[in-house]
């Protein structure tokens, strides 16, 4: 089957760093996304990982290993704008997305 | 108008009711798709459009009956919902649908609300 699993919700201080996770099981992998979704807004796109290793994004990076199905958006210098909800999704074998249901990130002062 | 619009924003409508979502894209893309998404859950693809021909129906209840009269616009029909049918419908569309690098662009989505 097909399963995408990361956190429903986290919390975290302004200026500090976090790490939201992603594992995966998808019939075939044709790279992972993170999306970010403000409340009420439509999701944007953050990052795109078909290798493994760190893709780095100002203050946003992202890491995959394929061979663990595994995957993590890491946020740096927390800003209170960065609370919003991270989608994981995964490109299967037929070039469709499987989405994760979303970690809602929280950002205390 | 920039990227992609969807109108309307918001709706609520009765069980009996037919009424039709709009979709449109300003990027010259060549796939659109239609999604689900419910409180909590993650986004359920619901339809896929290539070069205006339908590549994919995720096992959609015919109640939901897509239109797509060119690459630009996508229409979801509907008709005889039910309450469980209310969520937002998010449409996206991306250059090609399938390409192994497949940004899509969201739309803010319709808040449906089925009475």
């Known amino acids: 089957g097909q399963n995408i699993d990361q956190p429903t919700e986290m919390t975290a201080t302004e200026g500090a760093i976090v790490q939201i996770n992603c594992t995966y099981q998808?019939?075939?992998?044709?790279?992972l996304f993170w999306y970010q979704q403000h409340a009420g807004e439509a999701p944007t796109f953050l990052s795109y990982n078909v290798l493994d290793g760190l893709e780095e994004k100002g203050r946003f990076s992202s890491f995959l290993s394929r061979s663990k199905g595994y995957s993590y958006l890491l946020l740096k210098e927390l800003q209170m704008k960065d609370s919003a909800s991270y989608l994981c999704a995964t490109m299967d074998s037929n070039y469709q997305l499987i989405w994760g249901a979303g970690t809602k990130l929280i950002i205390k002062p | 108008e920039t990227g992609v619009t969807q109108t309307p924003r918001h709706l609520v409508m009765g069980m009996t009711n037919k009424k039709s979502l709009k979709c449109e894209q300003h990027?010259?893309?060549?796939?659109m798709y239609w999604y689900k998404q419910s409180a909590k859950k993650p986004l359920e693809l619901m339809f896929v459009y290539n070069f205006k021909e339908q590549t994919e129906n995720n096992s959609v209840p015919s109640r939901f009956s897509p239109e797509c009269p060119n690459s630009s616009h996508l229409f979801l029909h509907l008709h005889t919902l039910q309450p469980e049918d209310s969520a937002l419908y998010l449409c996206?569309?991306?250059?090609?649908?399938?390409?192994?690098?497949?940004?899509?662009?969201f739309g803010p989505g319709t808040r449906l609300t089925v009475l």
């Open positions: 990027l010259g893309h060549n796939a």
């Open positions: 996206a569309s991306s250059q090609d649908g399938d390409g192994s690098y497949n940004e899509q662009f």
């Open positions: 998808t019939s075939g992998f044709n790279g």
